[in-house]
């Protein structure tokens, strides 16, 4: 297979690529907002270009109306996604701010924010949910002071049809993606993708954007996929270089700290993307040590009587 994840610096995705045209975008935002705006230049694209942390970029942003929509787009679960949207809508605010006296008498008024992850992932999630910055804060408290919420809406098949009909382009995506995983079962990744390319313009499948841009996306969905595969050999060559052990208690002071704070096994699975089962085991042996939870002990019981995760 043809390894294309070297360029670890290239960040843009097909998502970001189609949702780039303003006509696209303002269809996405009718659809997440039950509006029915039909302007696309009462829409402006404030995507942010500049990498923020660790080479990541927002996907699309967008504003209308002083309403400010960050958008993403994840194959994966990422609880960190508040943490990541409100580094995105800081600098955003920031760049809005210009000019603005922020020590005036007088309030500022700020665009109104939203945050969406469209989920597109092969692991199982329900339709919608609701992920909290709070979550992620070592000392819960029943009412932070700093808060955000960012909703993950899952677009796979059968899931929140009704944003799928009002929106055809992220109807034609989730065809599209679903297209390469079907040709992908029974070819190379770089094969199977050009083939659903080919498939998807001879059966009208996002076909003007793909005929506009066939070779960058070929170009993007190898390195998404790549990308996936290049970090699952990671994590096996790092099981292999004997760092199994440093994962075994981070993960392991991770599931105590939640255990604090009464989180179930099923919470915490999802939260860390971890399997549930290694969870649930770890989970148990825990509880025999509160209050104190020593971890280097959990962690040498959970070793005598189980595999290494």
């Known amino acids: 297979m043809k390894e294309v994840y070297t360029n670890v610096k290239y960040r843009d ?12 975008l303002l269809g996405l935002y009718n659809a997440v907002n039950n509006t029915d705006y039909a302007d696309p230049n009462a829409l402006e694209i404030v995507t942010l270009e500049n990498a923020i942390y660790l080479g990541m970029k927002n996907d699309v942003s967008c504003l209308i109306d002083m309403r400010i929509q960050l958008y993403e787009h994840q194959s994966t679960v990422n609880p960190n996604m508040p943490l ?13 701010m210009v000019n603005k006296d922020i020590y005036s008498s007088r309030l500022i008024k700020l665009p109104t924010p939203r945050f969406v992850v469209f989920y597109n992932g092969i692991r199982e999630q329900p339709e919608r949910r609701d992920l909290y910055l709070s979550d992620a804060f070592e000392i819960p408290e029943e009412h932070p002071s ?9 677009i796979n098949k059968g899931y929140n049809e009704d944003l799928l009909k009002r929106c055809p382009t992220l109807f034609e995506y ?9 040709y992908q079962t029974t070819q190379p990744l770089e094969e199977a993708v050009r083939h659903a390319v080919d498939h998807c313009i001879k059966h009208n499948i996002l076909r003007d954007f793909l005929l506009a841009n066939k070779a960058e996306v070929i170009r993007m969905t190898l390195y998404e996929y790549d990308e996936e ?11 292999e270089d004997g760092e199994q052990n440093g994962k075994l208690l981070q993960l392991t ?6 255990l604090q704070k009464n989180k179930s096994p099923e919470t915490i699975a999802d939260e860390l993307e971890e399997d549930l089962n290694t969870i649930q085991h770890i989970y148990a042996i825990a509880k025999d040590f ?12 959970y070793k005598q009587v189980s595999l290494p995760v």
């Not at 990541?84 to 809005?96: A, G, P, T």
């Not at 002071?253 to 939640?258: G, N, P, S, T, V």
């Open 229 to 239: 595969l290049h970090k699952q050999t990671i994590r096996k060559e790092s099981y």
């Open 84 to 96: 990541r949207d409100l580094m995105y809508v800081c600098e955003q605010y920031e760049k809005y």
């Open 174 to 182: 989730v065809e599209y993606v679903s297209v390469v995983r079907d």
């Open 290 to 301: 509160a209050p104190d939870y020593d971890v280097a002990k959990i962690v040498e019981q």
């Open 146 to 154: 700093l808060e955000l919420r960012v909703t993950q809406l899952n």
């Open 253 to 258: 002071e991770l599931i105590c700290r939640k």
């Open 13 to 24: 995705t097909v998502f970001r690529l189609l949702f780039n045209n303003k006509a696209h």
